[in-house]
């Protein structure tokens, strides 16, 4: 196991990341069994130095809170409370910034009541410094909408029953719908919108952020690919495509 840790010593922090969770890994494991000894000491040094090194290089906490929670059982056995409260700090870290990306995805797709639960999630734990004032003005401008689409929505609703679904009061009734994440009234308004009016682009796109926000990404995926051969200079549809393929992906 001795080999495990001159790796870990010999790693550069733009080395693979999963690599760097390895061999961390595999050194903590040795180091488990060997309390109390100065191969021990040695042992949690090392891990310690790579994973600041990684962690500035990466701009964020490696990619597995199961290392973290490892790290922290380890540290609290042996009594070491500065190293637990960092090692906590860097899961929250990760909890922050998953839920700053969940809450950025739901915002661009419209879905702001969502967008908003996320974002505050994101603050309650904590965003790096970098990060917090881009996360306060996303979570204040998802909560405007919100609150506009909560003054709009049953006059709109009125509107559209009264004039019938044309495109343009069905564009408002699905954004207020989209802004409140009210899924189970978008369906059938899109129906009545598209029946007239199929090949309208903000329609269209409005449907791909009512499939994403449902979960069903591979179904939006292929409608935001298709938009975008068609205005292939539309940075919303650009990255409507790519938070689509993360989902799938799992990398979010």
């Known amino acids: 196991m001795e080999s495990y ?22 050194v903590m494991e040795y180091a488990r069994s060997h309390k109390g000894t100065n191969m021990f000491k040695e042992s ?12 500035e290089y990466y701009l964020r906490p490696l990619d597995s809170d199961l290392l973290y929670n490892a790290l922290i059982e380890l540290h609290s056995e042996n009594g070491d409370v500065d190293m637990v409260k960092r090692y906590n700090r860097c899961l929250d870290h990760r ?12 915002a661009l797709m419209g879905v702001n009541k969502r967008a908003v639960t996320y974002l505050k999630r994101a603050l309650f734990f904590g965003p790096s410094e970098d990060l ?10 998802a909560e405007k909408r919100v609150i506009k689409a909560e003054a709009d929505i049953e006059q709109v609703k009125k509107r559209a029953e009264e004039i019938g679904y044309d495109v343009k009061i069905s564009s408002r ?3 207020s719908l989209l802004d409140l994440d009210m899924l189970a009234e978008i369906d059938p308004v899109l129906k009545k919108a598209l029946k007239n009016a199929k ?25 935001f690919n298709t938009l975008l051969e068609e205005n292939p200079k539309s940075n919303n549809l650009k990255r409507a495509v790519n938070i689509s393929e993360e989902m799938i992906n799992g990398s979010i």
Not at 7 to 26: F, G, H, Q, V, Y
Request: net charge negative.
């Open 132 to 141: 917090i004032d881009e996360v306060r003005k996303t979570l204040d401008k």
């Open 173 to 175: 009734l699905l954004t």
């Open 44 to 55: 949690m040094s090392v891990i310690a130095e790579k994973e600041e090194r990684a962690r």
């Open 95 to 106: 909890q922050a910034r998953k839920w700053t990306i969940l809450g950025d995805c739901y």
């Open 199 to 223: 090949d309208d682009q903000d329609l269209l796109y409005k449907k791909g952020c009512f499939l994403f926000a449902k979960g069903d990404y591979r179904p939006a995926l292929k409608l």
């Open 5 to 26: 840790l001159e790796r870990l010593k010999d790693m550069d922090p733009s080395d693979n990341m999963d690599a760097t969770i390895e061999a961390i890994t595999k």
